[in-house]
């Protein structure tokens, strides 16, 4: 009986540490998330023009204890009409409408910076990754979070463009990210 007494104690505590954790209002002004290709002649910065996120923190500690992006790929946009047509076709976004990242685990490296650990959904490929990233609090409500990372779209059965059999675009895209947002004060 003092067993289960005690394993009902520390669910409870753990109930409870979940039930302090606040959700942090990303604040699009301020936030962004872009990426940047290279190709043979030439390379192109774009950017996600909308996504949803969905990040949890701890007001006692300040830590990031939840984080999950969601980015549909209508919405990557690289100011060339003819190349966000030519980018959702290659993606198959009819079959791939989305990218979804999920976070698992949150390192520690000391001084705000960590490494992140998560599972990406891409093209309907689910892959463990790694990549650092930096979070600042203010008074632990407001949040500035920090990130980059290459993706390898051949990891995700997406084939190499390229166009007049000698012009190719880069594989590895890099992802970059600043979100900006605040936590609900209890």
């Given at each position: 009986?003092?067993?289960?007494l005690i394993?009902?104690a520390?669910?409870?505590?753990g109930?409870c540490?979940r039930?302090?954790?606040?959700?942090?209002?990303i604040?699009?002004?301020?936030?962004r998330?872009?990426?940047?290709?290279?190709?043979t002649m030439?390379?192109?910065?774009g950017?996600v023009e909308?996504y949803k996120?969905?990040i949890?923190?701890?007001?006692?500690?300040g830590?990031?204890?939840k984080a999950?992006?969601?980015?549909?790929?209508?919405?990557l946009?690289?100011?060339d009409?003819?190349?966000d047509?030519e980018?959702?076709?290659?993606?198959q976004?009819?079959?791939f409408?989305e990218v979804?990242?999920?976070m698992t685990?949150?390192?520690?490296?000391g001084g705000g910076?960590?490494t992140?650990?998560g599972?990406?959904i891409?093209?309907?490929?689910?892959k463990e990754?790694?990549?650092?990233?930096?979070?600042a609090?203010a008074d632990?409500?407001t949040y500035?979070i920090?990130?980059e990372?290459?993706?390898?779209?051949?990891d995700y059965?997406?084939?190499?463009?390229?166009?007049f059999?000698?012009?190719?675009?880069?594989p590895v895209?890099?992802?970059f990210f600043h979100?900006q947002?605040s936590?609900?004060v209890?």
């Open positions: 009986m003092k067993k289960i394993a009902l520390i669910a409870g505590l109930l540490v039930a302090a954790e606040s959700p942090v209002s604040d699009p002004q301020h936030s998330i872009e990426f940047d290709v290279k190709a030439h390379g192109f910065t950017k909308a996120t969905d949890i923190a701890d007001p006692a500690s830590l990031v204890t999950q992006v969601q980015v549909k790929f209508a919405d946009k690289t100011g009409t003819k190349r047509r980018m959702l076709e290659w993606e976004v009819d079959q409408p979804l990242y999920t685990k949150l390192d520690s490296l910076k960590y992140a650990h599972q990406l891409l093209h309907g490929v689910t990754i790694a990549f650092p990233v930096t979070i609090t632990k409500t500035s920090d990130g990372t290459n993706l390898d779209t051949h059965n997406l084939p190499t463009i390229r166009k059999g000698m012009l190719k675009v880069n895209v890099r992802v979100l947002g936590a609900a209890k």
